[in-house]
C-alpha cells in the first residue's frame, strides 16, 4: 500500500502535460500513471498542474534581529504557500552567522518553526577562517556566504589576500555576493539622495563583472567551487558560460521579470536592491 496517491494531476512528461496520478512512498515519488492501489492518503489533483517543489537558494528571514520585518516561521510559511519546498538561509542577520555558536542558536530557531525544508549559510569574514575549517560534517549548513561588496549588514570580505584565505579555509561552496568594493567607494558620489535611479549607476555593470572575474580567478587558482549569486549583467553571463564546472551562479526572479528605468518609474524605492536592477539590454541577455 502506498502511502499517498496525488491524483489525476497534470505533469509535464516527454514535453506534453498529461493527465496522471502520483504514487508516493516514505516521501519519495515511486510510481507515475493510473494508478487503482490502494493508499493511506489520497489528494484530488483534478484540474490542477503537479510541479515538483522549488528550491530557493537566496532567502534572508531576518532572525535574529530584525524579526519585525522577517522571521524563520513567516519566510517559511510564505515559502510553502509560493511552491518553495527547500530554502538555504543567508547569514547576514544581526547578530551575524560567523561562528559555530551562532549558527546552532539558528538552528535551534529553527526546530518546530520552519515550515519546509531548510539550511543555512555561515557567514565569511577576514578573521574567522578558524571556523571554516571544520564545516564539512556541520548539519544544517549548506555552504559559505562571503560579501566581496558591502550590502544589508556588516559582513564584508573584499581584500583579495581575505578572499583567498576564506577559500582556502573551507571545503564547502563559497557562495559571493559579488559586487567590488572598492568601486562601490569610488563611485559613492554618483548616488543622489531622493533619486532612486542614481543607484544602478552607483553600483554599476563595472562593480559586477569586475568582482566577479577576481572570484572566478580565485577560486580556479585554487580549486575551488564558487556560486556567485544573483548576476545581473549581461558581461557576466558571457564571462561565466565561458567558466562552467566548479563555477556556478544563479538570477533571482526580480532581475528576470524588471529591468530599467521602468522598475524604478513604477515602484520607486520598492524596486531597490543589491546589486540592481538594470537596463533591458541585460533582463534580455539574463534570459
Known sequence: ?????????????????????????????VKIGKLDEDSNQSIDATGLTVLPGCIDTQTHFREPGSTDTEDLASGSRAAIVGGITSVFEMPNTNPATTNKAEFQRKIDLAKNRMYCNHAFYFGATPTNQSELVDLKGLDGCCGVKLFAGSSTGTLLVHKEEDIEKVFESTSKIVAVHSEDEDILNLRKKLREKGNVHSHPIWRDEECAIS????????????????????????????????????????ITPQHLTMFAPDCYDKLGTYAQMNPPIREKSHYDRLW
Open 1 to 29: 500500500m502506498l502511502d499517498l496517491i496525488i491524483k489525476n494531476g497534470k505533469c509535464y512528461i516527454d514535453k506534453d502535460l498529461k493527465d496522471v496520478d502520483i504514487g508516493i512512498q516514505n516521501s519519495k515519488i
Open 211 to 250: 568582482s566577479t572575474r577576481k572570484i572566478v580567478k580565485i577560486a580556479k587558482r585554487l580549486g575551488k567551487k564558487a556560486h556567485i549569486l544573483h548576476i545581473t549583467t549581461k558581461q557576466e553571463i558571457d564571462f561565466l558560460s565561458q567558466n562552467k564546472g566548479d563555477i556556478t551562479f544563479e
